[in-house]
Each structure stands twice: as C-alpha cells, then as structure tokens.
Antibody, heavy 120, light 106 residues
Framework: EVQLVESGGDLVKPGGSLRLSCAASRFNFSSYSFNWVRQAPGKGLEWVSSISSSSSYIYYADSVKGRFTISRDNAKNSLYLQMNSLRAEDTAVYYC?????????????WGQGTTVTVSS | SYELTQPPSVSVSPGQTASITCSGDKLGDKYACWYQQKPGQSPVLVIYQDTKRPSGIPERFSGSNSGNTATLTISGTQAMDEADYYCQAWNNSTVVFGGGTKLTVL
C-alpha cells in the first residue's frame, strides 16, 4: 500500500526549532512533488510549502517564509520540514501530501499527520 | 492574496443531491480540486482537475468549474458522505484552500 508517515512533531517553546520528516513507501518517490499542509485545532487546512520532484521549484506560504525550509532526499524517499523561530500560531497537525504534477493533479496521498505544539 | 470562498455549512437529506460551491476570482482559469475530511482523519482527494475522480472515489461525486465558481456535487448523498469538504487551487506559485464546508446529512 502506498504510504506516507510523518514524524518529528513535539511540544516546543516559542522561538524554538523542530524538524519534521515524512517517509514514503511503495511508490516512486522521486517522480512526485510534495506539500506540507497544516491544520490548527478546530480549523481548516492551510498550505505551508511545496517542493517539486527534483527540488527545482520550492514555494512557501507567506506565514512561514523565512522561518521554515522544505527539503527532500530522493535517495532516502524522505521529505523534511525544518521549522525555526516557532510561534504559538504554528501549533497544528502537519500533514505531508504528494502531488504527481505540481499545480494540476491535486494531493492524492496524505500521511496521518504529526502534531506540533508551540507553548511555553 | 488570492482567496477561495466556501459556504460554512450545507445540509442535505439522504438520497438527495448536495452541491458545495467554491468561489474565487477567475477560478475557472485554474484547476480546482476537492478534498473530503472526516473527523480525526486525514483529507482524501475526491475530485482533481475540476472534474476527474481518483480511483476508488464513488461515481456519485462530480465536479465542475467555470467562471468564478467551482462546484462539488454529490448525487444520492449517503450518511457516510457527512464530512468537511475543502476546495483547493494553485495561484501564482501558492496553494490556496477554501475555508471548508461542513456537509450534514439529515
């Protein structure tokens, strides 16, 4: 079964850092672009960042630009999100989701999510 | 910044047709997709490229997109379709989600 598994979520103090990982299995990881999408408690979906299959194209939401960095390692079938200068408003479940072709195909596989809580 | 607007809630009787709209400036010029999310679960893609259904999505789910409005239609709505639905599109190198619509089947 095609699968994405996120990890790395934790309780962190404001101003702290965290690195999320997303491990992919049973599909050709390097053929897909990926997204990080978050959902604050009781709220809707919010896009965070996207990366193309070869990392040539990387985009960020304004709310995280300059603080978060998306990356991938195609040899390890893994996606990452480095989160710095965390704020209370970054508290959310973070999902990774694959997209065959950026801008056209939608996010057809999602992980189960990992929870990030930013609080003192 | 670009915005997609959805009604907060839609109600439908079992067996009837539910329509959920998503409005955005010239949305018809972009590809729209739709996600279903049930409580405690990850989102599931139900429509992509305006009208296409991924494998495994029932035929009762359909989509359209023209002008400023994309529409998700659920024909013969079942109790299991009760969920939150989100539209999504790309705009100028950013992904935009609608605010979500809670579909109640009663």
């Amino acid at each position: 079964e095609v699968q994405l598994v996120e990890s790395g979520g934790d309780l962190v103090k404001p101003g702290g850092s965290l690195r999320l990982s997303c491990a992919a299995s049973r599909f050709n990881f390097s053929s897909y672009s990926f997204n990080w999408v978050r959902q604050a408690p009781g709220k809707g979906l919010e896009w965070v960042s996207s990366i193309s299959s070869s990392s040539s194209y990387i985009y960020y939401a304004d709310s995280v630009k300059g603080r978060f960095t998306i990356s991938r390692d195609n040899a390890k079938n893994s996606l990452y999100l480095q989160m710095n200068s965390l704020r209370a408003e970054d508290t959310a479940v973070y999902y990774c989701a694959r997209e065959r072709r950026m801008t056209t195909d939608g996010m057809d596989v999602w992980g189960q999510g990992t929870t990030v809580t930013v609080s003192s | 910044s670009y915005e997609l607007t959805q009604p907060p809630s839609v109600s439908v009787s079992p067996g009837q047709t539910a329509s959920i709209t998503c409005s955005g400036d010239k949305l018809g010029d972009k590809y729209a997709c739709w996600y279903q999310q049930k409580p405690g679960q990850s989102p599931v893609l139900v429509i992509y490229q305006d009208t296409k259904r991924p494998s495994g999505i029932p035929e009762r789910f359909s989509g359209s997109n023209s002008g400023n409005t994309a529409t998700l239609t659920i024909s013969g709505t079942q109790a299991m379709d009760e969920a939150d639905y989100y539209c999504q599109a790309w705009n100028n190198s950013t992904v935009v989600f609608g605010g979500g619509t809670k579909l109640t089947v009663l």
